[in-house]
């Protein structure tokens, strides 16, 4: 079986006048996958794989990016978008843990709002989702696929 080491690289953007800070504590990390094209795996909020990735592979990681500096009640817009270039498609979801109304859940390219806490307490974001093989892959060589986080106060 052809094994293929898949991650995903994290992108980021902030626009915003108050200084949001996006720090990433982990990448995610896919692990390996047969390197046929159309095959996919799946990574839950938990960091377990499921589909065509090894689940046993030692490299498994979700995401994780700290938001910081956030104003105190205010109004916060996060959206997450995944991309594809012509060796693998990604479509990440997240869990945004810390907002004012607890945690919510980012889909790609769905725009959410949450408030942030009175004492401008951090955001933190688990980055998991789905990934699909978009050609066939060659053996043992790491193919990326990135994603972008943007936070912006409103």
């Known amino acids: ?3 293929t080491l898949l991650t995903s690289i994290f992108a980021v953007m902030s626009f915003s006048t108050f200084a949001i800070t996006l720090v990433e504590v982990s990448p995610v990390h896919f692990g390996s996958v047969s390197g046929q094209l159309g095959l996919s795996c799946s990574m839950s909020q938990f960091g377990v794989i499921s589909g065509d990735c ?3 592979d030692s490299e498994i990681s979700i995401g994780q990016i700290v938001v910081t500096n956030l104003p105190r009640n205010g109004l ?3 959206i997450l978008t995944g991309s594809s270039n012509t060796s693998l498609s990604y479509a990440p979801v ?3 843990i810390g907002a004012k109304s ?3 859940f980012l889909y790609d390219n769905q725009p959410v709002y ?3 806490k009175g004492n401008g307490a951090d955001f933190t974001i688990n980055v998991f989702g789905n990934i699909t093989v ?3 892959l060659n053996l043992r060589q790491p193919y990326t696929v990135d994603y972008t986080l943007q936070v912006n106060q409103q």
């Open 1 to 3: 079986m052809l094994k």
């Open 54 to 56: 090894d689940a046993t």
């Open 76 to 78: 916060i817009e996060v």
């Open 94 to 96: 997240a869990e945004l």
């Open 102 to 104: 607890g945690t919510t």
């Open 114 to 116: 949450v408030r942030a």
């Open 134 to 136: 978009q050609s066939n």
